[in-house]
């Protein structure tokens, strides 16, 4: 029996990624094989400055069935100059940044696998205001036209309809279109990939779900979409006010909570799970799921980052291996 690998591509070279992927496979095991794409040579020289030792068992991308090991890190090597290693962020990585990309989403439209997962990379540099986010990025990448964020945690998750959008923005991106299309997506694999029926909660968009202005978003958009999608057959609720709906007894009656813009609702389920929670993109031909943290380059090479996120995003993966092996 073969087990579909996860494919990883690390994201920003000078990051905390390696050091929580090390981390990672040394104090767990996992039925489905990684395969890394990365740098050979950075490789190496992240595991001597952080002082772990692995094997690594170099594979070609056209012989993956047939290569890949459990006992050592998979890797198809993409060149890169380590010279680079060690510095701050900067534009100088975004080519072999691409090139990782490239080949992974080669791999997964050839149906090697459908699991993936990608280390952090930094907005500023590599997206070049572009692509709001990695999200918007491989959405484009696969032509999906419809897509959404998912911050899952198995007791609670969040998902803003926005995703890196400055506040000023936020209002004129809001429509029912958009609302219905990212629910019923979150709705369909909440039912269809974790078997289960979620409740759902929508906050406004204003405090309070109020609005001294003309225009009330929360009266004239939210609440409209949600009625839609309770008439069609989603357990939903709403809108809440932002301020509240994260209140133990009040977050404690729903699966997922929806807002309306990123730190609306991606401060407190940080604040409440920290780093137990994974970053899933739904609407994508594969599961793509990131750690959810960023490249914190102040903390790389002090061996100090919490590898939890990462070890959550592949046991995700792993754990769903009886849909997603192939005989």
């Not at 400055?49 to 047939?66: C, H, P």
């Not at 992974?104 to 439209?109: F, T, Y």
Request: hydrophobic share 40%; aromatic share 10%.
């Amino acid at each position: 029996m073969y087990y579909k690998p996860i494919i990883i591509v690390p994201g920003e070279p000078n990051s905390i990624f390696f050091e929580i992927y090390f981390k990672s496979i040394k104090k767990n095991k996992f039925r489905s094989p990684i395969i890394l794409i990365c740098s050979r040579d950075l490789l190496y020289l992240q595991m001597k400055k952080l002082k772990f030792n692995y094997e690594i068992n170099l594979i070609d991308e056209n012989k993956i069935k047939y290569k890949l090991k459990k006992n050592k890190i998979n890797l198809i090597n993409v060149n890169y100059n380590t010279k680079k290693a060690f510095e701050k962020i900067s534009s100088k990585s975004n080519i072999y940044i691409k090139n990782c990309f490239k080949l992974a989403l080669e791999l997964l439209k050839k149906g090697i696998t459908n699991k993936f997962i990608n280390g952090p990379i930094s907005k500023k540099y590599f997206l070049k205001k572009k692509y709001l986010g990695i999200t918007e990025y491989l959405a484009k990448k696969t032509n999906s036209k419809k897509f959404t964020m998912l911050i899952y945690n198995k007791n609670l998750s969040v998902s803003p309809i926005t995703t890196h959008l400055p506040i000023k923005l936020v209002s004129k991106k809001i429509n029912k279109k958009i609302i219905i299309e990212k629910i019923k997506l979150i709705n369909n694999f909440y039912k269809k990939t974790l078997n289960l029926t979620p409740k759902i909660a929508v906050t406004g968009l204003n405090p309070h779900c109020e609005s001294i202005h003309y225009h009330n978003e929360d009266l004239k958009i939210i609440k409209p979409s949600i009625n839609f999608l309770k008439k069609n057959g989603i357990k939903i609720n709403g809108p809440f006010s932002a301020d509240t709906i994260f209140l133990h007894n009040n977050r404690k009656n729903f699966n997922v909570v929806i807002g309306m813009y990123h730190d609306q609702v991606l401060t407190p389920i940080k604040t409440l799970y920290e780093y137990d929670a994974i970053n899933i993109t739904l609407g994508l031909p594969f599961i793509r799921i990131s750690p959810d943290h960023g490249p914190n380059e102040k903390m790389m090479g002090k061996n100090l980052s919490n590898p939890l996120s990462l070890i959550k995003a592949i046991k995700f993966l792993d754990k769903l291996w009886l849909k997603l092996k192939k005989v």
